[in-house]
């Protein structure tokens, strides 16, 4: 809108006895182009912003609704035979073990004891790894230490085999491993 104003006015200036064709097909078209694109864009991140808003909205709503549904769910899912589901639900158990609290939860619900089962019956590598994963999550505090330890943890975590093909089961199972001895060595000076 800008540049056809500015060449409507300068078209207005010009005196009558120099009247010249312009020739609009460069840099008109090409301004025009640019404001078009320029308002597509703030429109477009208008939209998602708003989307992004409303998305905030509802999930601020919606999802503490389903914090111990989804703890369960997904302790429930580690009693299914299938590997598959046993594994969405270690793997979800890892996402939602983020603070002690909530570590401690999945203790309370016996999501603990269920990896430890999960991990000694595991006939592939990837069931391993991912209930191994669970438990690096779960040993971050030292109640759930504590609960895993007293639950047998230490013997099925060293009885479960390496694998050539996942180097994370090796790294996991180090990890747990120190966890468990550092525990060990405080309790027993006490």
Same mark, same amino acid.
């Given at each position: 809108m800008r540049t056809i104003a500015s060449q409507f006015t300068y078209l207005c200036r010009r005196?009558?006895?120099? =009247?010249?064709?312009r020739n609009f097909s460069s840099s008109g078209a090409n301004d025009e182009r640019s404001i078009e694109e320029d308002a597509e864009r %703030?429109?477009?991140w208008l939209l998602k912003l708003i989307f992004a808003g409303t998305a905030t909205a509802v999930g601020y709503q919606f999802f503490?609704?389903?914090?111990?549904n989804l703890l369960q769910q997904?302790?429930?899912?580690?009693? =299914? %035979?299938?590997?598959l589901f046993k594994r969405m639900g270690a793997s979800r158990l890892a996402r939602f073990a983020i603070d002690d609290e909530r570590r401690? %939860?999945?203790v309370e619900f016996g999501g603990a004891q269920e990896l430890i089962n999960m991990l000694g019956g595991?006939?592939?590598d990837r069931t391993r790894k991912e209930a191994l994963r669970a438990l690096v999550a779960l040993a971050y505090s030292e109640e759930a230490v504590a609960a895993l330890h007293h639950a047998g943890a230490v013997s099925v975590v060293e009885s479960t085999p390496d694998?050539?093909?996942?180097?994370?089961i090796e790294k996991y199972k180090v990890h747990l491993l120190r966890r468990f001895h550092y525990y060990t060595m405080i309790h027993?000076? %006490?």
């Open positions: 005196k009558p006895g120099n =009247v010249r064709s %703030k429109v477009g503490p609704y389903m914090g111990d997904s302790v429930s899912l580690l009693h =299914v %035979k299938d590997p401690m %939860k999945v595991a006939k592939d694998s050539s093909e996942y180097a994370d027993l000076e %006490k």
